[in-house]
C-alpha cells in the first residue's frame, strides 16, 4: 500500500502537475480553509488527544498554519522567479542565474505534540516549492491522524497530496521508498533510524529533534516578566514542546526569589489547582507520564497499587535510602574532581516515528564532566532533584502532573539527564554568566536557548559562546512563532530548516543556470593547443583576477 502510494504521487509529480504557480496557489488556499473551516474538529480531536485547550490549539496550530500558508503563497512569483548573478568577466560575454525547482516528492513524519501545526506547516512549504506530498501522521494522535487522513482529500489534490496512517511498520514500509526528501519532527532515537533509512537512496533530510533548552536568568532580569514568559513558554501543552525551557541556570541573588515567582505565575495561569483548569493539558499517554514521574523527588509520587502498611513502611524506607544514597554518590563523585553526567543528547527514547519525543534516545551523552564550582548546592535540599516549590500532583488515571517547579536541582538529578517534555521545571544555581555558558556548552546543543538579562556584554557573550538552534532574549517560543525567521536545530537538535523562505529553499532544489551566445566565440583564446602567446595570455588574467 505505501508503495503504491509513493509511486502514484512520484506519476502525478512527473506528469508535470504540481509545478504551476496556478496550482500552488491553489493547494496553499484550499489548505488555509482545511484548517479555518474545520476549527473545531481540530480543537475536539487535539483535545480527545492531549486534552489540548481550545485556545492553545487555535492560537499554537490553527492560527499558525493559515499564516504560514499565506504568507508563502504570497511570495511565490519572487521566490520562484530567476535571479540573476554575475558572471567572471573572462567569459564575458555571458549570463547567469539560479531557479528553484521542486524537489520531487517528499516524506513529512509530523509528531504528536503538536499534530496540526507540525503536520501542515512544513507540508505548506512543500507545496508551495511544488512538491508532491506524502503526509505521514503520529500514531500516538489517532484522533487528529484520523481527522487529518479525512479532510487532506477533501480540500487539496488527491493525486499529490496522500495521508498514510499507521505506526512503525507503515512508516518503515515508507522509509523504503525512494523519496527525494524526507522531513522529519520527532526524537533523535527515531531520527537516527530515518536517517539510515534515507541513506540508502542518498535522499536528503531535515531533521526537527530537540534537546535541553537552557534558560538563563541573572539579577539585571525583571524578575515578575520572566517568571510570566518562562511559566508561559515552559508549561504550554503541559510542556510537551521541543524549544520550551528545559531547565534555568539562575544566579544565587535571584534563584529562589524567581522559583517562587514562577509558582505565583502559575497560579495567576491556572488557578490555585491547575487539573481543574480548562487552560492545562495532560500528558500524551501513560508510558510518558511514568517516565516523567520517576524524574521528580522520590517519595513524591504514590505507589500505582495501594498496599499493606507493612509494604508501605518499607516503601518509604526504600525511597529514602535511594535518597540518601543518591546524594552521597553525588558528593564522593564532586570530591573526585568532577561529576560525570550521562544522558541523553536530545529525546528521549520514543521506540515509534513520529514522535516529537526527545526524552529517551538510546546511547546519546548529555554531558561531559561538570565542573563542581559551577552549580551551587542548596542547604537544605537533600534530593538531587531538588526541592519542589510548587506542583508535584500527579493523577494517574487523568494523565496528568502539576505544573512542577524544582529548586536546587543537582546536574547528576535524572530529571538532568535527559529532555523533560513535561510539565516540570528544575532551577539550577549557577554562579554567573560565565559558569552558565561553560556548563551549557558541556551538553549537546540544545533547539534553543533564552537569556533573560539587561545586561549588554552578557547577552553578546551568550551570542558570541553558545550554540544553539536558536537565541530568545526574555523571549520563550517566538521564533517559533514567525515565518519570517527559519526554524530548527544544530548538531543533535537537528539538521535543516524550515519557515516562509527557508522552508521553500528547504523543499527546492536551486538549480544554476548560466548562458553564453555562440558568436563571437571568446573561449578560443582558450582551446588546446597552448603555445607561447596563451601562456603570455594566461599570465596577464592571472594578474588581473
Known amino acids: 500500500m505505501t508503495n503504491q502510494t509513493f509511486e502514484q504521487l512520484k506519476k502525478t509529480y512527473e506528469s508535470g502537475r504540481t509545478r504551476p504557480l496556478a496550482w500552488r496557489r491553489a493547494q496553499l488556499n484550499a489548505l488555509r480553509r482545511l484548517v479555518t473551516e474545520n476549527r473545531d474538529a481540530f480543537v475536539s480531536s487535539a483535545m480527545a488527544d492531549l486534552g489540548k485547550p481550545a485556545a492553545e490549539t487555535v492560537l499554537m496550530e490553527l492560527n499558525l498554519v493559515a499564516g504560514e500558508a499565506q504568507f508563502v503563497r504570497n511570495r511565490l512569483s519572487l521566490w520562484t522567479a530567476r535571479h540573476p548573478k554575475a558572471m567572471h568577466w573572462m567569459l564575458q560575454p555571458a549570463a547567469g542565474w539560479t531557479i528553484a525547482e521542486p524537489k520531487g516528492v517528499v516524506l513529512i513524519i509530523s509528531p504528536w505534540n503538536y499534530p496540526v501545526l507540525l503536520a501542515l506547516e512544513p507540508m505548506a512549504d512543500a507545496l508551495a516549492a511544488g512538491n508532491a506530498v506524502c503526509l505521514k501522521p503520529s500514531e500516538l494522535s489517532p484522533n487528529t491522524s484520523k481527522l487529518l487522513a479525512e479532510l487532506v482529500p477533501q480540500y487539496l489534490d488527491s493525486e499529490a497530496v496522500r495521508v498514510v496512517e499507521g505506526g512503525p511498520k507503515e512508516t518503515g514500509e515508507l522509509l523504503k521508498c525512494p523519496f527525494n526528501h524526507i522531513f522529519y519532527t520527532g526524537g533523535g532515537h527515531v531520527g537516527k533510524i530515518v536517517m539510515r533509512a534515507a541513506a540508502e537512496h542518498l535522499t536528503p533530510v531535515t531533521l526537527e529533534l530537540g534537546g535541553k533548552s537552557p534558560c538563563f536568568v541573572d539579577r539585571t532580569a525583571d524578575i515578575n516578566v520572566a ?12 510542556g510537551q514542546t521541543c524549544v520550551a525551557s528545559d531547565y534555568v541556570l539562575a544566579t ?17 495561569f491556572y488557578g490555585e489547582d491547575p487539573k481543574a483548569s480548562p487552560d492545562f493539558g495532560r500528558i500524551i499517554n501513560d508510558r510518558h507520564f511514568e517516565r516523567l514521574c520517576k524524574l521528580l523527588p522520590v517519595g513524591t509520587v504514590p505507589p500505582e497499587e495501594p ?13 529514602a535510602m535511594d535518597m540518601v ?7 564522593t563523585t564532586g570530591r573526585g574532581g568532577a561529576g560525570e553526567m550521562a544522558g541523553s543528547a536530545n529525546n528521549a527514547a520514543k521506540p515509534t516515528a ?8 538510546d546511547g546519546a551523552t548529555a554531558s561531559a564532566a561538570v565542573e563542581p564550582s559551577e552549580i551551587h548546592k542548596v542547604p537544605g535540599v537533600f534530593d538531587l532533584a531538588g526541592r519542589i516549590v510548587c506542583g508535584g500532583k500527579v493523577d494517574r488515571a487523568a494523565r496528568y502532573i502539576a505544573p512542577t517547579v524544582l529548586y536546587g536541582t543537582s546536574p547528576d538529578a535524572p530529571v538532568m539527564k535527559e529532555e523533560i517534555f513535561g510539565p516540570i521545571l528544575p532551577i539550577l544555581v549557577v554562579e554567573d554568566a560565565e559558569s552558565a555558558i561553560r556548563f551549557i556548552n558541556k551538553r ?13 556584554e552578557v547577552r553578546l557573550t551568550f551570542e558570541r559562546q553558545t550554540s ?9 517560543l517566538g521564533h517559533l512563532l514567525s515565518s519570517r525567521l527559519p526554524f530548527g536545530g544544530v548538531g543533535a537538535s537537528g539538521i535543516g530548516t524550515y519557515h516562509g523562505k527557508a522552508g521553500f529553499l528547504t523543499f527546492s532544489h536551486v538549480k544554476t543556470v548560466v548562458t553564453k551566445p555562440q558568436f563571437p566565440d571568446t573561449l578560443r583564446l582558450v582551446y588546446p593547443p597552448f603555445n607561447e602567446a596563451k601562456a603570455k595570455l594566461f ?3 592571472a594578474k588581473f583576477s
Open 444 to 456: 549537546s546543543r540544545p533547539l534553543a536557548a533564552y537569556v533573560f538579562s539587561r545586561d549588554h
Open 252 to 268: 544565587p541573588d535571584v534563584a529562589e526569589a524567581l522559583a517562587e515567582r514562577i509558582a505565583v505565575a502559575i497560579t495567576e
Open 354 to 361: 513520529g514522535s516529537n519525543m526527545a526524552a529517551a534516545d
Open 539 to 541: 599570465d596577464i588574467i
Open 307 to 319: 498496599s499493606s502498611p507493612l509494604v508501605q513502611v518499607a516503601s518509604a524506607v526504600g525511597a
Open 325 to 331: 544514597g543518591r546524594r552521597f554518590n553525588a558528593v
Open 227 to 238: 517568571a510570566r514568559r518562562i511559566a508561559w513558554g515552559k508549561f504550554t501543552n503541559a
Open 468 to 476: 544553539s538552534g536558536a537565541l530568545g532574549y526574555s523571549l520563550p
